[in-house]
């Protein structure tokens, strides 16, 4: 089983970017995003669910992130609108059971892509 991580790089501020998360190995009934930024905690972002498409948005996030599933590539995907610089961080996808907004129910993770937005 492994999720990989891309769409990571380095965008000016009031940009926009897709991060996709790619599952090999089995299907998952959710898949979440969640970030690091420099110096300070891993947060969570977006999840959503497999089967129904239901989502959960962090307060930060909401109105700028939308995270979908496609069930044709075994993929979930962040689009990122209006980013700033304090968004500049380490994503990480991750799959579990549920959708939750804590990393402890999400059993798997992807290996992180860089996002640089530049102000």
């Known amino acids: 089983v492994q999720l990989q991580a891309s769409g990571g790089g380095l965008v000016q501020a009031g940009g926009s970017l897709r991060l996709s998360c790619a599952a090999s190995?089995?299907?998952?009934?959710?898949y979440a995003w969640f970030r690091r930024p420099p110096g300070k905690e891993r947060e969570f972002l977006a999840a959503?669910?497999?089967?129904?498409?239901?989502?959960l948005y962090s307060d930060p996030v909401k109105g700028r992130f939308t995270i979908s599933r496609d069930t044709t590539r075994n993929a979930a995907h962040l689009q990122m609108n209006s980013l700033q610089s304090e968004d500049t961080a380490v994503y990480y996808c991750?799959?579990?059971?549920?959708?939750?907004?804590?990393?402890?129910?999400?059993?798997?993770w992807g290996q992180g892509t860089l996002v640089t937005v530049s102000s």
């Open positions: 959503v669910g497999w089967n129904d498409g239901s989502t």
């Open positions: 190995g089995r299907t998952f009934s959710s």
């Open positions: 991750a799959a579990g059971s549920t959708i939750a907004p804590r990393s402890e129910w999400y059993g798997y």
